[in-house]
């Protein structure tokens, strides 16, 4: 699989770490806490996830990929 | 000798001697293993897999099921290599596996006879009871009867290489398709990456006889290769496997054995060919039963006629052709059976050797040779790969692929383009044209498939390579396995080292016999990489042995090396373990000896692999309050400050200190082991998190050379090296830091102790760092220095109750570790809402204590379970912990640090520290974890 890292082009997957699920955001109130930290959803179909260049500019980027197809069909900066 | 005088592509003036099993023969350059062997009239080349049966050469190409050897000896032996695709060279040595004594007198052939036993998931029913004998009877008896070739069990000298490929157009498989993609790309302009499994460009050109533009086929190839070879953005890789289509336009393949390729390509021409599908009938597998491909093939290529009375069975318009071309060599075939004009051939007869077969009008035969022609499979195999489908075709009898994966296209006989004409102009096409198709002879495809002939009595195989008959597949269905999935694994048709690539769809076929089923309700299989078998060696490449992963040495490891270190793996760091002197008998008289020197003198231990990380911006100190339990936008500059990291679930992630030499520029450090993890969360918590915050961080792990200089006369060795520095503690306190130069290069100090011990740090740029350790023991010898390693850090802290690795396990609280006073409140960090969750804030959790053996000549191991005294050694009994031990030169005696619940009012307590796999059960007393100085008093010296 290769990523299009929108600071280094297109790299290999080998490059960078895998985290996550890029949905869910820090919140503000503890109640929302638990689900921040634990609830998942189980995606088919196109994701946002947090991939970090660890092997290149070293920046968090954010991925939108089809889990069924390896799909990638965007690379940007979170922000 | 089989040779015929003239004709084929081998160079007659080129001799090589070989040898199989011992005995000397000679082929010619531009021979296969196999052309070489069928010219010396060898058609006996191995025993089936199961039922030690005789086997020759079926095939002329890398799907070849029987004609596994073993190439070379010893250490440098490469089992089931297969003789088909082998090129001969001089001094190959091969033999043939899975026999014994030897191949033509093989005892295990005993199996044959015994075959009624050996049907589909005899395994699985016979060798049920009694369950414990699988292992030590059953399946070593099994795998010594059944098998392939044998490892030599000795390190592969061979050397692999590693290469990358990118390209506009990658083309897969030099046929007429894919010589002409490449040719239509590459004159465009495209960067073309051409790939061939065959050691030259031609595919089956090589092996038929046609003509295109008037002319023989094989000079349109070799124009076509000079004018490829002429364009400077085509590359042609021969004698390459393309074993696997991966995600993002990735493939992988090994040329020549020994150079893994990984290739990009924008898109890519899957132009693969066809395999021959051998005919169900009895006795299928004697050798000289062949596919007619390969009778085609060795008469044409190789210029070897594979028998003397060659007959033709044949379903295809191919086969007829095969007759023909054999006819202008000069081998009149005796006879050919066409299936469409209703004859068939019902049992071939022989033992070692085809002696002659039986037709369905009762008429026997005697022939040599048996060229099957059964219909033609486009190899969509790769195309498959990312899990893309294959539907049947009625049409042309076969299946294939209809919606390859985005940017891969079918092309020639890949995609069911079988004629000359038709495969040259698909490739053409798939190329995007601009390129005039040339003429091509006449090519006729046409073909009725024969899955099985009827009333033939005698073994059938399916699959050659796994012994797997007509019958076995039809006992899968009347056992219930009527999925083509569920058949293979029940058959294991298909799962041998060929992947069934001549016998699936034959499986296919008959499955959807059994059970009433059309071709296409009855489905196939997906083929996953890789597409040919890939040696590990070859995946491993460099990285084996100690290049497996990188080494990192710190700047004083020469030194270290020099004066007798023993060094650690840590991560990938090696670290100084320990400095044996002469004389000393084991590691335990070493490391207590670097202890002692160090709290009654003064030790150095290199402690450059902590990791570092240096965050700097006007937002820093509030990056570092969120990232932290503790606060650090108060730390004045000049200060250093342990800290505490949670993850945001409320468990500690990693601890270190933090220093501050400016208001906005923090020096922060990590554990060795999670350098690279905490700079990433870091990056996550500034860019992602709060990408607000005007903070960069750099890490600076590699950039500082560090040493920690120890013990009660630590301040007079660094006054003796640094004489103009006043390191009194009025101007370098505990916990003080500051930056300063050392022999014009920028160096810090800090008064940091990990030991106990009046202590300080001494950092300089990595560089400078051999040069400062030299410096540091000249300055110490006459203090006594010594240099200690990991093992005296671990004793020394597990002395000063300091958690480390084994309590930062990632399921440890900071009330767990005695530092929930740490956890501020007065400001949001990552990890403080979660922490505060009521189960980890119960203190019946497993909290951080001491414990030492009630007899003081008892020694301690880590791992051990703590049970109160007099409970039973059960689960719902246990109490936590034993996580490091030492023994202490300090005390005398064995301690350690343990998680016990309700830990901290227990102090005083005796309990029981449960081994059983070792010591048995050691009586212990629970003690405040800070054995040394719990007051702190030396520390401040």
Known sequence: MRIPCPFCGNRDTQEFVYRGDASPTRPDTDEAMHDYVYLRDNVAGPMREHWYHAQGCRNWIVVTRDTRTHEIISAEFPR | MSRLPTGGLIDRTKPLAFSFDGKRYTGFAGDTLASALLANDIRLVARSFKYHRPRGILTAGSEEPNALVTIGRGAHAEPNTR??????????????????PSLDHDLLSINGILSPLFVAGFYYKTFMWPAALWEKLYEPLIRRAAGLGALSMEPDPAEYDADHGFCDLLVVGAGPAGLAAALAAGRAGQRVLLVDEDVRPGGRLLAERHEIDGNSALDWVDATIAELASLPNVRILSRTILFGAYDGGTYGAVENGRRLWKIVARRAILATGAIERPLVFAGNDIPGVMTASAV???????????????????????????????????????????????????????????????????????????????????????????????????????????????????????????????????????????????????????????WHVPHSRGKAFVDYQHDVTDKDVALAAREGFTSVEHMKRYTTLGMATDQGKTGQVNGNALLAIATGKTMSEA????????????????????????????????SGHAWALENGATFVDTGQWKRAQWFARPGERDWLETVSREVTATRTGVGICDVSTLGKIDVHGPDASTLLDRLYVNIFSTLPVGRARYGLMLREDGFVMDDGTTTRFAEDRFYVTTTTVNAARIMQHIDFARQVLWPELDVQATSVTEQWATYAIAGPRSRALLAKLLPDLDLSNEALPYMGAMEFHWQGVTARIFRLSF????????????????????????????????????????????????PAGNELNGQTTATDLGMGRMLSRKKDFIGRVMAARPALVNPARPTLVGIHPVDPARRLRAGGHLL??????????????????????????????????????????????????????????????????????????
């Open chain 2, 83 to 100: 003789a088909t695709t082998l090129p001969l060279f001089d001094g190959l040595e091969a033999s043939s596996q899975n026999r014994w």
């Open chain 2, 296 to 450: 085609q093939a060795y008469a044409t290529r190789w210029g070897v006629a594979p028998g003397k009375r060659i007959a033709i069975f044949t379903t295809s318009d191919s086969g007829l052709k095969v007759a023909a071309d054999l006819a202008a060599i000069g081998i009149e075939p005796v006879t050919v059976i066409d299936a469409r004009d209703g004859m068939l051939v019902t049992r071939a007869i022989g033992g070692k050797a085809l002696k002659a077969i039986e037709l369905s009008d009762g008429r026997r035969i005697a022939v040599d040779t048996l060229a099957m022609a059964g219909g033609w499979n486009p190899s969509v195999g790769l195309g498959c790969n990312l899990g893309a489908r294959p539907n049947w075709s009625e049409a042309i009898g076969a299946y294939l692929l209809d919606s390859p994966p985005g940017g891969m296209i079918m092309a020639g006989a890949a995609a069911g383009a079988f004629g000359l004409g038709a495969a040259i102009a698909s490739g053409i096409e798939a190329a995007g044209g601009g390129m005039p198709v040339p003429a091509t002879s006449e090519d006729p495809s046409g073909s009725r498939p024969l």
């Open chain 2, 523 to 554: 489905g196939t299989i997906l083929s996953r990489p890789p597409y040919l078998p890939v040696s590990i060696g070859v995946l491993a490449g460099h990285h084996r042995g100690e290049h497996f992963k990188p080494v990192r040495h710190t």
């Open chain 2, 755 to 802: 030991s106990g011990e009046m202590a300080f740090e001494l950092a300089v740029p990595a560089h400078h760092g051999d040069r400062l350790i030299r410096a540091l023991f000249e300055a110490g010898r006459v203090l006594g220095v010594a240099p200690y390693g990991t093992e005296a850090l671990g004793v020394m802290r597990i002395e000063k109750g300091h």
């Open chain 2, 868 to 941: 109160a005294k007099g409970a039973a050694p059960v689960a719902a009994n246990d109490q936590g912990h034993v996580t490091s031990v030492c023994y202490s030169p300090t005390l005398g005696h064995w301690i350690g640090l343990a998680l016990l619940a309700n830990g901290p009012a227990r102090h005083g307590e005796r309990i029981i520290v449960h081994d059983p796999i070792r010591d048995g059960d050691t009586e212990v007393e629970v003690v405040n974890p800070v054995f040394v100085d719990p007051e702190g008093v030396r520390v401040r010296g």
